[in-house]
């Protein structure tokens, strides 16, 4: 129980789909938690009831995108609550990966489905969102410990590559991004050697990052142009009153005329009706290694510090961070429980052995986990609510937020202020995601997804 202007409020139970461990607002023991020396905390915890023009719940990087562009560009009074500190979530622990594109529809299927027109839009939108990771930081004096030039996308297989050469045409002919193709000599010569390598793509756009400094560095911008952080006041309850909203934490409210939806993977259903039963958060885990040496970086002839990812279904991503640890990411349990992440650090462990032979005794001195969101639509989902257009929203960046997430909060709060509309937004990202078909069965679905790919990427 807690009160609001006065009097008590039950807050409405949310509930969650992984083990309540995945949801605990504790730093999770990132790499890139160390790497963050005299933090200084942003923000408050909400204590008191308030009221604010616009509300955000979510202080990842769409909603404190949303909050710097509201308060930096358009001096509204704007106010972000947080269930952990700030950054907590997906956008302070993923792996620093800022490319393209944030879906998981080929490009012939999003030009089936909305047209070519369209599918250029989405993909200069994520051009734009790769140039404002730059100029956010170029602007607001972020450092973020930027590595690499591009992206690659390394073939797992021979008969892999053929596909990677075919993709890089669509992107090179569709929308003038330059790609450059490497066969597997090649590649050895610029990039490295492993027994999963067999030839790459090269992709003119993106690098790769700290995303947590990144996080930081946005929400301590957004808070120097007078937006109000509040970590650590996650809502239980969200009402309406006539046109305000009220949200309930546990030691305050927050009474606002607009509220945006910014929480992404870690949304609790229970909270909001219109973003209940729409979402897939699906686990990924990171390990980190001890720093290699230079004759293990030698065996596998290893050069390159650009972010890549692998061609398979159930893909592994991994880089080169400084000082020679390497990193690698891969899709996680289905439980989300302790137990399950210590058997997934082993897998991960094993399988760097597997592919990088010279590795196999590097010690793994980090391990965490995260979300990743999905939906139907295989696509971001932004706009407003068409029962409540007071009610903004962005999520399901389908494992590209730190390129997307704050170009949808800038375009958010242009909209929010009127100087864009929703229409603004390509067709494909535009409007709430579907509900899933008996939601209950999720990660039963997902299951059989990663059976299905794990058979694909063997065969």
């Not at 995108?65 to 509201?70: F, I």
């Not at 993709?167 to 569709?174: I, Q």
């Not at 290694?289 to 890549?308: C, F, V």
Request: glycine share 10%; with cysteine.
């Amino acid at each position: 129980m807690i009160t609001l202007q006065g009097q008590f409020c039950k807050v409405t139970p949310v509930s969650i789909l992984y083990d309540k461990a995945m949801y605990k607002t504790d730093p999770v023991p990132s790499y890139w938690e160390d790497t963050i020396s005299n933090r200084i905390a942003l923000g408050t915890a909400l204590t008191s009831d308030v009221d604010c023009d616009v509300a955000i719940i979510g202080g990842g990087y769409t909603g404190l995108s949303t909050a710097l562009h509201l308060a930096r560009d358009h001096d509204v009074d704007v106010r972000v609550l947080e269930a952990g500190s700030i950054g907590w979530g997906a956008s302070g622990r993923n792996g620093g990966f800022n490319c393209l594109p944030a879906t998981k529809m080929s490009i012939a299927a999003m030009i089936k489905k909305v047209g070519l027109d369209e599918t250029k839009r989405f993909w200069a939108a994520q051009l734009d969102g790769v140039d404002l990771t730059t100029s956010l930081a170029t602007e607001e004096g972020i450092d973020y410990d930027r590595q690499g030039d591009g992206n690659f996308e390394v073939a797992h297989r021979s008969d892999a590559y053929v596909g990677l050469v075919d993709y890089g045409k669509e992107l090179s002919d569709l929308f003038g991004i330059k790609t450059t193709c490497y066969d597997k000599s090649e590649f050895a010569e610029v990039g490295y050697e492993s027994t999963e390598q067999y030839g790459a793509l090269h992709i003119q756009s993106g690098f790769a990052l700290n995303p947590l400094k990144y996080a930081l560095g946005i929400g301590k911008a957004a808070q120097r142009h007078g937006a109000k952080l509040h970590p650590y006041s996650e809502v239980g309850d969200w009402q309406k009153k006539g046109n305000k909203h009220i949200l309930i934490t546990p030691s305050g409210t927050i009474t606002a005329n607009k509220v945006v939806m910014a929480t992404n993977g870690f949304t609790r259903e229970g909270l909001h009706k219109s973003f209940d039963k729409r979402l897939l958060p699906v686990l990924s885990n990171i390990v980190v290694t001890r720093p290699l040496s230079d004759d293990e970086m030698a065996a596998q002839r290893w050069k390159i510090y650009s972010p890549i990812c692998n061609s398979r279904k159930l893909l592994f991503y991994y880089r080169m961070l400084e000082g020679n640890r390497f990193m690698i990411g891969a899709r996680g349990d289905m439980t989300g429980k302790p137990e399950d992440g210590d058997a997934m650090r082993a897998w991960m462990g094993m399988r760097i052995g597997e592919v990088f032979p010279a590795w196999r005794d590097a010690e793994i001195t980090h391990f965490w986990r995260g979300f990743v969101c999905m939906t139907q639509k295989f696509a971001p989902s932004m706009g407003q609510l068409d029962d409540d257009p007071s009610v903004y929203f962005g999520y399901g960046y389908h494992a590209n937020g730190v390129n997307t997430a704050p170009w949808a909060g800038r375009l958010i709060a242009n909209i929010l202020v009127g100087k864009s509309t929703v229409s603004d937004i390509p067709v494909v990202m535009r409007g709430n995601a579907q509900k899933f078909p008996f939601a209950g069965l999720r990660l039963w679905y997902l299951r059989a997804a990663k059976a299905l790919y794990h058979w694909q990427d063997e065969h």
